[in-house]
């Protein structure tokens, strides 16, 4: 089979090696698209992973495919994964891998496609369940929802957030493109952090009240204090993403506040389970996945996607790799 790795100097290669054994409690997926992160994962206050020969390893987050065999307990008395078999369209649940032609996962961690829900859209999918977590710890119906960051996550939130119940969305970002995919998924009012003051927007759109619950979405440290500064007395920070260095909290205002955080992060046993919840969602229209991804690659343009997705995050939100 074909993987893709990146070398010293983050570029992609291709090399070949063995399809991967299918252990006993375990499936074979044929991969066909994987979504992509940046390769300056420094930015993210870690370096690529790399290999034996000093090459950083591959920078996918979720994939999806086809099961292509099961390992021999996965279908056994008492231990079966409902409704998984081989020939099933799957997306795999924690776990990287998607810049190889085949990966081996635990069963339990393949979650079936519904149908109607592409390869590209499924891997997004993989994203869903902290979106999901964290709004169901805040409980936003009837809320005015401020979401700081419209990359995958804050747009996920935006949808979110409208199908909970949340009386408005205030979406921010500082791209022009964003905000449009912003109003596209269900944002009320859009703020561009770039050229208009988002406290005083925030506060002009809520009576001088602040918001009942903000999204921090960004994963900076400036976001946070942001999303902090616009909530009211009593309101709840959700992060949705974490921030790539240590963030302070000034306590005694906090305290003073009543201010309330809330952390998004579902726990590893509950990411299938949410995973399925999302694409549940996708399947019956709720929350759309398409306007999110904004370019789709074939596997040996991998340079081309990585290019774009570190040069220009105005254009790329989800690029995703199709393997043939």
Not at 53 to 70: C, D, K, L, Q
Not at 219 to 230: D, I, K, P, T
């Amino acid at each position: 089979m074909q993987t893709l790795t990146l070398d010293a100097e983050g570029n992609p290669e291709v090399s070949s090696g063995p399809v991967p054994a299918c252990n006993d409690e375990d499936v074979l997926i044929k991969v066909r698209a994987c979504v992509l992160s940046r390769r300056s994962v420094a930015e993210n206050g870690a370096d690529p992973p790399s290999t034996a020969n000093g090459a950083h390893g591959a920078i996918s987050r979720s994939f999806t495919g086809v099961i292509e065999s099961t390992g021999r307990l996965v279908d056994s008395p008492g231990r079966r994964v409902d409704s998984i078999g081989r020939g099933d369209r799957v997306v795999a649940c924690l776990t990287e891998g998607g810049f190889s032609e085949y990966r081996s996962v635990p069963a339990s961690q393949a979650v079936k496609l519904p149908q109607g829900v592409s390869y590209e859209e499924g891997a997004i999918a993989g994203l869903m369940p902290t979106v999901l977590k964290g709004m169901e710890r805040a409980d936003v119906k009837g809320s005015t929802v401020f979401v700081s960051g419209l990359g995958t996550t804050g747009l996920l939130g935006t949808q979110v957030a409208s199908i909970s119940g949340a009386a408005a969305v205030i979406a921010s970002d500082q791209h022009a493109k964003r905000l449009q995919r912003a109003a596209d998924t269900g944002a009320d009012t859009l703020i561009n952090a770039s050229t208009e003051d988002v406290h005083r927007r925030v506060m002009d759109q809520t009576g001088g009240q602040g918001v009942d619950v903000c999204l921090e979405c960004a994963g900076s440290g400036a976001s946070f204090a942001q999303c902090a500064a616009v909530l009211r007395p009593g309101g709840k920070l959700v992060v949705l993403k974490a921030a790539a260095h240590s963030v302070s909290i000034d306590m005694r205002e906090w305290s003073e506040r009543s201010l309330q955080l809330i952390m998004g992060r579902e726990q590893p046993f509950e990411t299938p389970y949410l995973v399925d919840r999302g694409l549940k969602l996708v399947g019956i229209g709720a929350v759309r996945l398409r306007p999110l991804l904004t370019h789709v690659f074939p596997a040996h343009r991998a340079a081309e996607a990585l290019e774009l997705i570190d040069g220009h995050p105005d254009l790329a939100v989800e690029v995703a790799l199709i393997w043939g």
